[in-house]
């Protein structure tokens, strides 16, 4: 067994996600001339909002259409890679990335942290069942494919984002029994000032329109059971229970920045609720240390456009230039983002009391009552819950279930819950990479 070969390549900046805000800064730096390399893991750029297969295109607002011309216009270049793995940082500008299973080492100048972002979920017993999926699995596989998961869903869980996927469901030919969100009518009332918005008031009317009567307000899952081919779901208001069979319960409560990458390179992360959680802290150039930029869903969840604003700030500020009028359109969105996250964001009671029978690290098959034990044994950080449980210690290295234990700890003992240890390879990679097996 002996050390694969490892090919080193030089550039003058490093992008890291080709979602909108990678893009935005990828189109600047080529017009400026700059050399650079964009990676991400998936076969084609784009990142979360700009999946659409090209014949799938549905509500055309002005940061979709430029958001698709760049990944038309970039998708041919050869210094954007797909199919690429950022697995880690070695310190001195020296990332580890996986392209088709060959490792490299890029050696960068400057590098540009645009990640983006992942679901978030508030656990439910039966949310592990099959027909129970993630609202943005759907999305995905509608926008990509225009393959319907099952003909009819319940779409539950807080944020507009659900709207969106409800929306394209029916549009593809699919039967939205409900939208369950989570927050009440009252709560969420304070916010209807983001319909005055051009392009965010246009995509929300036209998904009421569309969604019209089939919209429910206050209501929470309490669980989910398997009813022969099809799923049974009990949902809750104020003490009042009833219960909707469905073919599929697509579920989400926000996302969470992908902040992994950033914590290898040193970059500062702060914590802030209103804004996803732990974030990169960026200042106003979208500079986070020195020759380290970051940009969209890292530095704080605020949606496509404020993603394309960050990015475009970052590529000016690599390029010596400045914008003022669009540091004011940003600061604006990073307001508005804070506003609307509140607003859709889960009550404390509601991650206090998921029921101890509730699976939580779903790889390791741990749950709430496991870890509330182990709360109560005194152990009130992420670390001590994952040395006393095993959650987090799966396949997904703690993705998906350190979030709710994050937000368990705050509600429930008060905890500022500290950012998780972050060692490289940042996602599983074969250990076949790195050596030679043969
Ligand atoms: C599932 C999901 C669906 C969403 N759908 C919508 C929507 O319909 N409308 C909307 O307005 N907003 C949506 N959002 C919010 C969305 O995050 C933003 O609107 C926008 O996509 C943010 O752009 P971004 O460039 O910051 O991140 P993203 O679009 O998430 O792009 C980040 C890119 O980084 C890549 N990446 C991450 N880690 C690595 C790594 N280690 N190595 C290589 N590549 C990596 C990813 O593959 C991804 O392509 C969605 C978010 C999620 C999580």
Known sequence: MKRADVERIETEIFIAGGGIAGLAAAEILLEAGKDFILVDEYPYIGGQYLRDNPDYRPLDTPTRKYGFHLRDHLSKADNIWTETLVAGYYGNGEIAVVKKEKPYIIKADKILIATGAREKFLPFPGWTLP??????????????????????????????????????????????????????????????TALLDFEKGREGIKYLVKLFGKLSYGWKIVEAKQNGEKLRVTLEKNGKKRELETELLAIGHGFVPNIEFAQLCGCPVSYKPELGGWIIEVDENMSCGK???????????????????????????????????????????????????TVYSVSPHLWKSIPDN?????????????????????????????????????NCQGRTCFPIVMEFLRSYKGVKPEAVSIRPPIKPVDLGVFVDLE
């Open 131 to 192: 027909g129970v999926i993630s609202a943005g699995a759907v999305q995905a596989l509608v926008k990509t494919s225009g393959y319907l998961p099952a003909r009819d869903a319940i779409i539950a869980g807080t944020g507009p984002f659900l709207l969106a996927v409800a929306y394209e469901f029916e549009k593809a030919g699919g039967k939205v029994i409900e939208v369950a969100e989570l927050n009440p009518i009252k709560k969420l009332m304070g916010f209807t």
């Open 291 to 341: 020759d380290m930029y970051a940009a969209g869903e890292v530095t704080g969840i605020g949606g496509a456009r404020k993603a394309l604003i960050e990015g475009q700030l970052a590529a000016l500020s690599i390029t010596g230039k400045e914008d003022k009028k669009l540091k004011k359109k940003r600061a604006h969105e990073v307001k508005f983002a804070a506003k609307l996250n």
């Open 358 to 394: 509730t699976i939580i690290c779903r790889c390791e098959d741990v749950t709430m009552g496991e870890i509330r034990k182990a709360v109560e044994e005194g152990f009130v950080s992420t670390r001590g819950i994952k040395g006393a449980t095993r959650v987090g210690m799966g």
